[in-house]
């Protein structure tokens, strides 16, 4: 953590003529709002309110809605490409595109889409008959308008800056049958686009010696994300950049290729590769993931301008053109500004983390706080009931909930609905934000391993000869009670399968079908108890797998799979895999080995003693000397038999 967490660092630092806070001094971050320096965009499918359905199906076309929303002029008219996902054109689609009259060129394979809209379209749109866009004031209109048109709507999807969209034609017989907008929608199932960025920052150094200037990107990414791999490309128009540095910041596992059609020093965090040239992977360096240690890093290689920082969400695709930097003019700051946050910043970050994460029974939220540092100052997180207070670390925020808890509702389908409150505090002012979210809960089987009967947390041991609790769960909100526990297996390598249920009820030795919970707000939970039992001798595998199913009286069938450890409480894990046989002999050679040991230092003992020790007794000798003597020969010669002994 930085010289904030650890208050004696700063000063510590001080004392050695040097503070890693103080390098980025002197340079505040504020939003550019003269000519950018850069234009950047990234390819994302999630949407700021989105939703899908199956409602379209049976009418006579599928629907796919738009609404654009700028918050500036486009620097380029925006493209729609509107094709088929499998089947070519085999139904008809149509688009309606609302963009508040921009330039746009769409186009398909597809000749007879039908397309309202109130953009101004390029010759090169497809001609197929152009109805009138609908006149509307908001969303729900814009839904109603569609549904009374076309009785149905396949996706609908909102969008801000777009540069680029990708709308693939198909509808799915599982989405929900109505379109309810949803908060940060992921539409990757019908649409990918290409966004402009418009929240660049930059800054210069008030002592600057140097015109040379850094460009930041800085990927946040969530944990659960599963990009690892970014394509970068940088454009400067005449190639006109200058001494300027590019610092690409990303997770550790991120590989960067990178398309430069400019001549441009840059640093890069993960590994990378230049692109024609260079095909195979170079290890980039270890770069800090704070903006205050990314902006010291830019001064510490004597660039002391910050041309533009851009903290975006990770994408597969990123786009930057670079503008001469003469062009550029930053602000210098001399003094520490108060920049006022926009209103609705924490709803932007916690929108686009999305840190929560919900199964059938429980909710659980991690956040990365260096994730935080655009909000600045939280200094604690609740739920809508604040005595549910995340638990925090250098590195994390972290909260888990059953879904009965901490003010969270049920209210939507498959959702749990629930309020993160962030506690900020600056300079002794404390102020509460409220950014209300949906958990979506999976509709899938959820399989838990319990050691008692109280069902409390849940394990993957499962000891032999004892017995073991297990709990089928799911959440079908539409009809819970049509809901079966099909069977149940466990399955060992090296040995039968074992049925423990089948239908509902108790199969084999040692099995007891349990009385649930009740169920509730479309959950189903199934309970039994089983004792896993090996013949004496038999072969004791290291692991095993629970597998159960559960499905409706249509045949639609949820399977889990849950591994589990095998633990013996009565033979020691070292021996696992040996015969009886096998373990006598290693004991018994043991003891050989020791024996042999014991008689060979014996053997060496009693010849090297010295000369005068091994000379009969002079008859002279005092009687104490000659009792002591014999005592002592008489204590040497026991011991080979004692020593075995022990042995």
């Not at 620097?75 to 330039?103: D, E, G, K, Q, Y």
């Not at 200037?213 to 659960?224: F, R, V």
Request: with cysteine; proline share 8%; charged share 15%.
């Amino acid at each position: 953590m930085g010289p904030r967490s650890v208050p004696l660092l700063p000063l510590l630092l001080a004392l050695l003529g040097r503070s890693d806070a103080g390098r980025a001094e002197g340079c505040d971050l504020q939003p550019v709002t003269e000519e950018p320096p850069i234009i950047i965009s990234y390819v994302t499918s999630t949407v700021p309110r989105g939703c899908i359905s199956n409602s379209s199906m049976n009418t006579g076309h599928e629907v796919h809605v738009l609404s654009v929303k700028w918050s500036k002029d486009s620097p380029v008219p925006l493209m729609v490409t509107v094709t088929p996902r499998a089947n070519p054109c085999s139904r008809p689609a149509v688009l309606i595109l609302l963009c508040s009259h921009c330039f746009a060129t769409v186009t398909s394979p597809c000749s007879n889409l039908v397309i309202h809209t109130d953009a101004h379209l390029s010759p090169e749109t497809i001609r197929a008959p152009n109805p009138e866009p609908p006149v509307v004031s908001s969303e729900k209109q814009l839904l109603t308008w569609a549904l009374d048109k076309y009785k149905g709507i396949t996706s609908y999807s909102e969008l801000h800056d777009p540069r680029r969209v990708l709308l693939y034609l198909g509808e799915d017989a599982h989405s929900p049958p109505e379109c309810i907008p949803q908060e940060h929608f992921n539409a990757i199932l019908n649409l990918e686009t290409e966004v402009f960025f418009y929240g660049v920052k930059g800054c210069s150094r008030s002592d600057a010696q140097s015109t040379r200037a850094a460009h930041i990107i800085h990927l946040q990414s969530e944990p659960s994300s599963p990009i690892t791999e970014v394509n970068l490309t940088v454009d400067c128009p005449g190639n006109s950049v200058g001494s300027q540095m590019l610092i690409l910041q990303g997770k550790a596992n991120f590989s960067w290729s990178l398309s430069l059609k400019c001549n441009i020093n840059f640093l890069v965090s993960g590994k990378y590769k230049l692109l024609p040239l260079v095909s195979t992977l170079i290890t980039g360096q270890l770069l800090p993931d704070t903006e205050q240690d990314l902006i010291a890093t830019a001064f510490e290689k004597n660039y002391s301008v910050i041309a533009s920082y851009s903290a975006i969400p990770a994408s597969t695709h990123i786009s930057l053109e670079i503008q001469g930097h003469e062009m550029v003019n930053m602000p210098v700051t001399t003094t520490p500004l108060v920049i006022t946050q926009p209103p609705d910043l924490p709803h932007q970050v916690l929108l686009t983390l999305k840190p929560w994460k919900c199964t059938d029974e429980t909710m659980e939220i991690i956040i990365i706080r260096s994730y935080l540092e655009p909000i600045k100052d939280v200094v604690n997180i609740t739920l809508r009931d604040i005595s549910c207070q995340a638990e925090k670390n250098a590195t994390h925020f972290m909260l888990k909930s059953p879904l009965s808890h901490c003010g969270t509702s049920l209210e939507g389908r498959g959702y749990a609905n629930n309020e993160l409150i962030l506690s900020l505090a600056k300079d002794a002012v404390f102020r509460s934000v409220r950014v209300g979210f949906q958990c979506e809960i999976p509709r899938e089987l959820f399989l838990r391993l319990f050691p008692t009967a109280a069902f409390e947390a849940p394990q993957t041991e499962l000891e032999i000869n004892k017995e073991a609790f297990v709990q089928a769960s799911m959440r079908w909100m539409d009809h819970p009670a049509d809901l079966q526990l099909k069977e149940c297996w466990l399955v060992a390598s090296g040995r039968e399968p074992v049925l423990l249920v089948q239908g509902g009820e108790a199969r084999g030795a040692g099995v007891a079908v349990l009385e649930g919970p009740p169920s509730s707000l479309g959950r189903k939970v199934w309970r039994f108890r089983f004792t896993y039992t090996i013949p004496e001798g038999g072969h004791i595998p290291f692991s095993a797998i629970l597998k159960c199913k559960a499905g409706l009286q249509n045949d639609t069938i949820f399977e889990k799979v849950l591994e589990v450890t095998v633990k013996d409480a009565w033979r020691p894990l070292s021996y696992r895999g040996l015969g009886l046989a096998a373990v006598l002999g290693i004991t018994f050679g043991a003891f050989l080995i020791g024996a042999l040991l014991t008689a060979g230092l014996w053997y060496i003992y009693s010849h090297t003693r010295p000369i005068s020790k091994l000379q009969p007794v002079s008859s002279t000798a005092p009687a104490s000397e000659s009792s002591s003597t014999n005592h002592s020969i008489g204590s040497t010669q026991s011991t080979p038999c004692s020593t075995s002994s022990m042995a």
